[in-house]
């Protein structure tokens, strides 16, 4: 639910990096962490298990003055990967306002990619909201790697809504197309709020 | 059904401000924050310099969050109210309907007694206020193009990245 708040000329965005199992959501989040102007940041959370793998979510505050007076905040979210955390992952995503899907380009895990997809649209839906209204963009990540399908493959596989949406290749180890998708989504929302609905050639 | 928006006007929020001191006032609590159920601050009160509101403020959202599920697996509905003791600090939660939480911190310089009697006051209040908030019409945010109405490319820039590895070093 982003919100804006007249008094404090504030708007509020939650933006929820969803995906499978260790397909890089937490180092998205850790590399925007680290290479983001200090005053655009707050402090980062993290509810890990002893493996670091995530238990709850990942929490990264960002600040941006951008729209008149506004100042804009947007908090991203991770999700817990793991299929057998998914009331958590359900939690998470309430009142989300933007998604990033990021997927693992390795071919070993499209089945983990299309299932992880799957089960967003249909948590999603039990909040009453549909990919038709959120705005999301995909992640094809790991692009380093020598096992990876095509990006024309996982297009055929995740981005085949009527309505296709961005797609960024990158490898988050090294930040390559993190702040694009990062800018990208942030863009798709602030659009949003500001102009009413827009389709994403619009932006 | 799309995502709800959430509009606060300034006429509310002065009015959730003045029932937050008000409450710090009759309870002596330290700090109170109001906190929708996504996490976002709407107002804070008290002493809070030092505490990471934002955090506290997401943390607390998440907890509610996931006690509403404990809940249901033990047959309740949900627990309205939720308090975190430790040595010094404690935290009280106590839910304004669907929509928020309040959330207290307070020492040992005032009872948990005092701190649940006046969150009850509060929350009643702040329910109100709430109720209004939800018939009032959500808006689109107008800006004139010249007070910087376009969007940049990059809202975030990356820093210089003096870390990233460069194999010819």
Redesign the interface.
Known sequence: MSSINFATKEILCKIVYYGPALSGKTTNLLYIHKNIPEEQKSQMISLATESDRTLFFDFLPLETKLIGDYKARFQLYTVPGQVYYNATRKLVLRGVDGIVFVADSQWERQKDNVESFANMEGNLREYGYSLDEIPYVLQYNKRDLVNIAPREYMDFLLNRRKKRVLVFESVATTGIGVFDTLNAICRLLLAKLVRGQLTVEEV | ??????????E???QIESILRDFLKNSEAKGVLVV?????L?NGQGFLQRF?T??LG??AA?TV??TR?MARIVGEPLFTDLFHQGKRSHLYLSLIGDEAVLVVIFDNTTTLGLVRLYSQQAVKSLKQIYAKLSSRE?Q??K??PS???E?????????E?K???NPGE
């Open positions: 059904m799309p995502p709800e928006r959430r509009v606060i006007f300034e509310e929020q002065r929708d159920m996504s996490g976002a709407i990471d934002e955090a997401v943390l998440g969050a996931s599920q959500a689109p945010l800006v004139e007070k910087g109405g969007l940049p490319e990059s809202i975030f820039k990356e820093k990245n870390d990233k590895q």
